[in-house]
């Protein structure tokens, strides 16, 4: 963890897509050493890099609004952060908030991204208001406290703005939240600094973008990314989790199997209510209903001659009913169910004649 450049200055995110091979590269460090990286494809110990499979960074953004202790740890030691400046100390004392700092940047497999870019991210904006203390320290006590005091100020309010696109959107306790792209995008618009670097690999000419001290920036970057490939980052109707699908013909639900089966649960009591709306419904429902009342009693061998005849009327009712709506003239209306009562009657005493 030691290799987590504090040093910087800019904290800046890299990305890099490749849909044809459902893999993304995500970058984080200096603008020029992410540059250099996408450049070389050597990385160095002053970024860092992770590989992975294309769309991760929804299960990232998902992952924070799960684990809520992880901003609450986050904020608390900006805030520690902020009084240790405040008091105009140096490296050491603060070292160890980075320490804490240092135990939540992921390196394992889990790594979330997103996470780490936040950590980083803080410490680049610390260590900007650490330079500035340490060229005021000729300073007299009452200058240098008055220094002080204005950049841990300052320091506080960049973290607001850095964390601004994590606020959850609603603050119920009991029920998640999870971004919103469209609502995020558009409340939260980025004015940063945005390198392209075109590179020039054996596949041919290759695309790498570089959002400066901007989640939102990068954000909008990877959408956009994303949208080339005809790829979209959505909320799931049931659980509101981010999910990539194909943009044009997307589910509605997320991948997991509760999502899927309550929406398929919405489906099926949505149809039945609109077939109920539907009144040549009822007129058929009543005739079905009592023709199968008529097999009661019957033997299998009788039920099977009955069933032969009394599918075969179902089906020419049914492909009656297909082309009637609310809206079919009332004589239609009137015909289908003169068509229901003759067949019905046909049946009843046809169910005699197979008992007999
Ligand atoms: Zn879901």
């Known amino acids: 963890m030691d290799r987590i450049f504090f040093e910087n200055t800019t904290a800046a995110i890299g990305i890099y897509t490749d849909p044809v091979n459902n893999h993304e590269t995500i970058v984080l460090g200096e603008p020029e050493e992410i540059r250099q990286f996408f450049r070389n494809n050597t990385p160095t110990d002053r970024i860092y890099v992770c590989d992975r499979h294309l769309g991760m960074i929804a299960d990232d953004l998902n992952r924070i609004s799960d684990n809520r202790k992880f901003m609450t740890m986050l904020t608390d030691t900006v805030n520690d952060m902020a009084a240790v400046l405040k008091e105009a100390q140096g490296k050491e004392a603060v070292a160890p908030c980075f320490e804490k700092l240092g135990n939540i940047f992921t390196e394992s497999i889990q790594r979330n991204m997103i996470q780490n870019y936040l950590i980083y991210s803080v410490s680049a904006l610390y260590n900007t208001k650490l330079a500035?203390?340490?060229?005021?320290?000729?300073?007299?006590?009452?200058?240098?406290?008055?220094?002080?005091?204005?950049?841990?100020?300052?320091?506080?309010?960049?973290?607001?703005?850095?964390?601004?696109?994590?606020?959850?959107?609603?603050?119920?306790?009991?029920?998640?939240s999870y971004w919103s792209i469209k609502e995020q995008i558009e409340q939260n618009e980025c004015?940063?600094?945005?390198?392209?670097?075109?590179?020039?690999?054996?596949?041919?000419?290759?695309?790498?973008?570089?959002?400066?001290?901007?989640?939102?920036?990068?954000?909008?970057?990877?959408?956009?990314?994303?949208?080339?490939?005809?790829?979209?980052?959505?909320?799931?109707?049931?659980?509101?989790?981010?999910?990539?699908?194909?943009k044009n013909r997307y589910a509605t639900v997320?991948?997991?199997?509760?999502?899927?089966?309550?929406?398929?649960?919405?489906?099926?009591?949505?149809?039945?209510?609109?077939?109920?709306?539907?009144?040549?419904?009822?007129?058929?429902?009543?005739?079905?209903?009592?023709?199968?009342?008529?097999?009661?009693k019957m033997t299998p061998e009788q039920r099977k001659k009955y069933d032969v005849r009394f599918s075969a009327r179902k089906k020419e009712l049914l492909a009656f009913k297909k082309n009637l709506t609310e809206t079919s003239p009332y004589s239609k209306m009137k015909?289908?169910?003169?068509?229901?009562?003759?067949?019905?009657l046909e049946l009843r005493e046809y169910s005699d004649v197979v008992r007999e």
Not at 267 to 278: G, L, T
Not at 335 to 344: K, L, P
Request: hydrophobic content about 35%; proline content about 1%.
């Open 254 to 296: 997320c991948g997991d199997n509760e999502c899927k089966s309550k929406q398929h649960t919405i489906i099926n009591v949505r149809s039945r209510k609109k077939a109920m709306a539907n009144p040549f419904y009822a007129v058929y429902a009543k005739f079905s209903s009592r023709c199968s009342n008529y097999r009661r």
């Open 335 to 344: 015909a289908f169910q003169a068509m229901c009562d003759e067949y019905e």
């Open 132 to 176: 500035e203390l340490n060229s005021s320290v000729k300073l007299t006590k009452k200058a240098l406290y008055k220094v002080s005091d204005a950049l841990s100020t300052q320091f506080l309010a960049e973290y607001d703005e850095l964390i601004k696109p994590f606020i959850l959107l609603q603050e119920d306790d009991k029920k998640r």
């Open 191 to 246: 004015d940063s600094v945005i390198h392209i670097v075109r590179s020039h690999k054996a596949k041919g000419w290759q695309t790498f973008y570089i959002a400066e001290e901007s989640f939102t920036a990068f954000m909008s970057l990877y959408i956009e990314q994303l949208s080339q490939a005809n790829l979209m980052i959505r909320n799931c109707d049931i659980c509101g989790k981010l999910y990539v699908c194909k």
